[in-house]
């Protein structure tokens, strides 16, 4: 007996991605690896999102609270008729289904479709999402008039109590849309029939495999690639998708004649003589830019769409940590400092205070990635002007230990083309961030967030136990960060001794 495949819209925008992940999707979910402490905060931030959205709309009726499907077809094709506003309105067509997030009445028999984005920019695929809605909705005979996209105003400041009206920027996309359901018939047809094949398409791995989202299959369509493999080149991926499809796996099988950059060209040379390529004379003269006594600073910062304090703003970075490690000599004892908030009040004003007195008036600031922890600075001057003249002293130390590294003036193959500090301190130190409870910086925002109740998983907060611990994987997670760029400047040291 023929299975009937329902294309969703979650499902046509992974077949718009992959057919062969869209395959898995309909026949082998199983497979697909579940989503991470990290994408379950960004899918939680979004419906956190579509909750203040409903906001706009205090007359709406919702209808995403209906577990059962049959039911919310049901209910949402009686709901039609009463001209409200209605929230999750589901529609139902041959093969498709779909759900909208708002369905606004827009004159007598009409209605607009309003989208809602966590995201601060317009990007191609809501259009694609929004494009599949307005088929199905056309397909079941709801009448479209036009077509929004209400997505967060960055430029709101938060004044009291979250103001909908404020938050969310709207934008008229029916031309858009327009444009983007010419054709949407084939392309459901194809991914119906691709569907219900009884494996999965031969698709070879490229660009799509990132493009618009991190495919979560790649573990399984990637391991077949060398170590150093030709999608580590740095810079545009054409270029790697290019060599991938004529035949090169791995960096050091580039032919000779093939054009690369600067950049590309050191990758190539370290692939084939396995060895670091150092520019001695450019990292000399970093390191001779350095004043002593040497201060390592690091911050983790949180950032969430629905602003949490007073005069912030949507996706600000809102500092909560900060590590410190000062080094009077290169091979002088470590001095290290650390600061942890505590609870879920505005963390700022504290770390400020904290730090300030753990910054004498002379020495470089050494950060990894400047711009960072420049821009992290210069909003605590605009919050809080009375520290704006101490910050400013501040900002004309800080030394970027990314730059030798992000100018390839030290380069080694198992860098993998990033000069970001959790490649580069395994390839130049015996060190790693590997098996580390926390390990990266989104990672640390999630898990403060967590801790402080901001984020809640599965409706329970963590228990005192937990939090104990997550704060000590914090605590490492960042005084690994100084700590490893301290273990890096002394290799260069070392390089050029
Ligand atoms: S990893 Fe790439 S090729 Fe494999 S399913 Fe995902 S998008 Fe398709």
Known sequence: MNRKIIISKSKYLAGLQCLKYLWYRVNASEEIPEPDFTARFIFNQGMLVGEYAKKLYPEGIDLGKIGDLKEQLVRTSELLSERKPLFEASCSSGSVYSRADILVPADTDRWDIMEVKSSTKLKEDYIYDVSFQKYCLDKAGVKIR?????????????????NPGQLFKKTDITVEVGEFLIGIEDRIEEMLEVAARTSPPEILIGKHCNEPYSCPLKDRCWGFLPDNHIFN????????????????????????????????????????TEKPKINKSEILKFINSLEYPLYFLDFETFSTAIPLYEGVRPYQRIPFQYSIHILDTIDSKLCHYDFLAEGAEDPREE?????????????????????????????LA???????????????????????????????????????VKNVLPAITDLSYEGMEIADGMAASVSFLYICGNFVINESRPAKEEVEKVRKSLIKYCGMDTGGMIHILRALVKEVE
């Open 146 to 162: 036009k077509c929004y996209l209400a997505n967060i105003n960055n430029q709101y400041i938060r004044r009291g109590d979250i």
């Open 233 to 272: 080149l740095y810079g545009s991926k054409d270029k790697a998708a290019e060599l991938f499809n004529k035949g090169v796996l791995s960096i050091k099988d580039i032919p000779d004649w093939y054009n690369l950059n600067f950049k590309q060209k050191i990758q190539l040379e370290c692939a084939k």
């Open 351 to 379: 770390l400020l205070l904290n730090l300030k007195y753990k910054i004498d008036e002379a020495g470089s600031i050494i950060v990894y990635y400047e711009s960072f922890e420049k821009g992290v600075l210069k909003e």
């Open 382 to 420: 605009e919050a809080f002007p009375e520290y704006s003249q101490w910050i400013d002293s501040i900002l004309t130390r800080i030394v970027d230990l990314y730059k030798p590294f992000g100018n390839f003036h030290y380069y080694h193959s198992s860098q993998k083309g990033s000069a970001s």
